[in-house]
């Protein structure tokens, strides 16, 4: 991610910075102070609301207010433990990971030098690694094709859609303009960060039930380069011996994590959109409840990637997997949170609104409507899916949540409710 930092100087303070969604992003190299405005605008907070929240929350402490100067530069500086925090509490700190962890340090240790780009030479950089790949071009890698590909969170999408780089704002989005749908090369189902919140590492210290468990050593690591192989064959369709053979190894755990964030088969067979695959794993014992090591199912991991829009086969996922769909994360998020997030990601709209339609019409015909038990879950922030839905600015998921009786009169932890983003609708008796 450093390639995205660069060093640059306003009203003669040198800063790192990045873009984030649109907004410059700084961090003051002598200090480490961060901008406290420019924060709550990647978190899609509108102006009046901003003045509010940097009234009750930031400037009763420590900080400094710019006023003057180069434009970009003003605003109100923190420092920087109190500029994560305030990260973490609106729920960017994962797109602001890059800039806060980048040590500029690192490159002295070998060189001497500070060796961060200035701004113009990240540009020209830029502008020579796209001459020389062209977007719908892609590099070669000694990996095989397939898993290579599906180690990278968008590899049929072109790099503008990362979200720790993309350049459109939260808000905003177009909805009513949806593009066509493509079929497309299996995008990946595991990357360390989707819409802005990434991984981490499992907490040791909590005992989460259905969390997947890990492999002993030996027979173990045969096993996972098995189940491993299970994806590598590029036919869709593919059905390995392993899951029809009646002789298949006895001592083969299903349910063994595969990769170095905690996912199963199971996981991987959703997200990928490989539904025999998923059957034959359901039918084999694999436990649908699972989870990765942030808590997340294989039904969350298949709202992530738009393998099953593509496919046309979330109904039929859902249908083999949807006791999990109660199931919150280690955020306490739910699947409706996480297709709300992924709402957000530049393109992703299409795919987010199908999910959304197919999951309240299995809960309206198979759970008896009964939405209420789940669609006002709120997150470790306070956050319900209706309420991050506005935060990204997505119309279509907010009119289905309050279609199914959402309720738009939650505030999350720091007092903001779906109606202080912006969305007329939620505005609206209905």
Known sequence: ?????????????????????GIAVMRRRADSYLNATQILKVAGIEKGKRTKILEREVLIGEHEKVQGGYGKYQGTWIPFEKGKELAERYQVEPYLRPLMEYDPHAAARSGGVDRTPTKEQAMAAQR???????????????????MHGAMSMMASTAASTSPMTSSSP???YNQSQEPPRKKMKASSPFSSSVNGYAYSPPDNSMAHIGEASNATEGS??????????????????????LLTNPNSPADLDIELVIDDQGHTALHWAAALARINILQLLVNKGANVRKTNFTGETALMRA????????????????????????????????VFHHIAL????????????????CLLEFIARHRGGDFASIVDVQD??????????????????????????????IENKVGLKPEDFGIEDVKVNR
């Open 1 to 21: 991610m450093t390639a995205n930092i660069y060093s640059a100087v306003y009203s003669g303070v040198p800063v790192y910075e990045m873009m984030c969604r």
């Open 128 to 146: 020579k690694q796209q001459q020389q790949h062209p977007p719908g071009t892609t590099t070669s890698s000694p990996l095989n094709s397939t």
């Open 170 to 172: 939260l808000r905003g």
């Open 220 to 241: 173990g690591e045969r096993h996972r380069a098995v189940l491993m192989a299970i994806f590598l064959n590029e036919d869709p369709n593919h059905i390995p011996d």
């Open 303 to 334: 709202v992530l990637v738009t393998n099953n829009y593509d496919n046309e086969s979330f109904p039929q996922l859902l249908e083999i997997i949807a006791d999990s769909i109660q199931i919150c994360d280690r955020k306490n998020r739910t």
């Open 342 to 357: 992924t709402a957000g990601i530049k393109g992703r709209a299409p795919a987010s609104r199908y999910y959304m339609e």
């Open 380 to 409: 470790n922030n306070g956050d319900t899916a209706l309420n991050i839905a506005a935060r990204v600015g997505n119309k279509s998921i907010v009119d289905q949540l309050l279609d199914v009786g959402a309720n738009r009169y």
